[in-house]
């Protein structure tokens, strides 16, 4: 059964990523800060998909490999690219932040050439590179693709159920990626919400 709900997980990510890509192609023609239109951070996209990687390689050492993380991996240097196109113009200070403690994370792993250490150091790092991300939605939630935002968190509840033995090898990545999801579910959700009845 967990097998099954890991493939499942895997299958939503790279259905939610098809929706936000879709998204971003159908907003491309829309001037730059348009309200709405949906304009990936080219920072917030490049941390993920390459901590991704990061992450993917140490699973695998550690033979902790799941659907979600593999549909991750792929969906994410995709949008990097279309990021990169179409994504919102210039880099901020707060992406050279970002992007800037990424790499110290990178350099910490293979300091310290521990696969599992890798592993957790690119997921609290996954956190920082979603800053820019949560700023855009905050500022305007409908820059964000709703639907591909609820099925990658109803991919990560997959994901949570799919965990074999709850150690950090086998529990971190599904973890952070449910815990990134619920913060964006709060600003795309529930903050428009007490918005509108204040």
């Given at each position: 059964m967990q097998a099954v709900f890991s493939a499942i997980a895997g299958l939503l990510y790279l259905v939610a990523f098809s929706l936000y890509i879709l998204a971003v192609l159908r907003d491309r023609h829309l001037p730059a800060g348009t309200p709405g239109k949906i304009e990936p951070s080219k920072a917030t996209w490049i941390i993920w998909a390459s901590l991704d990687t990061i992450t993917i390689s140490g699973m695998y050492v550690e033979g902790t490999v799941n659907g979600q993380i593999l549909g991750a991996v792929a969906?994410?240097?995709?949008?990097?690219?279309?990021?990169?196109?179409?994504?919102?113009?210039?880099?901020?200070?707060?992406?050279?932040?970002?992007?800037?403690?990424?790499?110290?994370?990178?350099?910490?792993?293979?300091?310290?050439?521990?696969?599992?250490?890798?592993?957790i150091i690119s997921l609290s790092?996954?956190?920082?590179?979603?800053?820019?991300?949560?700023?855009?939605?905050?500022k305007d939630p409908g820059r964000e693709n709703k639907l591909a935002w609820v099925i990658f968190t109803i991919s990560c509840v997959c994901?949570?159920?799919?965990?074999?033995?709850?150690?950090?090898?086998?529990?971190?990545?599904?973890?952070?990626?449910?815990?990134?999801?619920?913060?964006?579910?709060?600003?795309?959700?529930?903050?428009?919400?007490?918005?509108?009845?204040?």
């Open positions: 969906g994410a240097w995709i949008v990097v690219v279309f990021a990169l196109k179409y994504g919102t113009p210039g880099w901020t200070l707060l992406d050279k932040l970002c992007l800037s403690g990424a790499v110290v994370g990178i350099v910490f792993w293979n300091v310290f050439d521990s696969p599992i250490l890798g592993v790092v996954v956190f920082l590179g979603s800053i820019p991300t949560y700023v855009s939605a905050w994901a949570l159920i799919a965990v074999p033995q709850w150690t950090l090898a086998d529990a971190s990545q599904p973890i952070t990626f449910f815990a990134v999801e619920a913060v964006m579910m709060y600003i795309l959700f529930v903050r428009p919400c007490f918005l509108n009845n204040n």
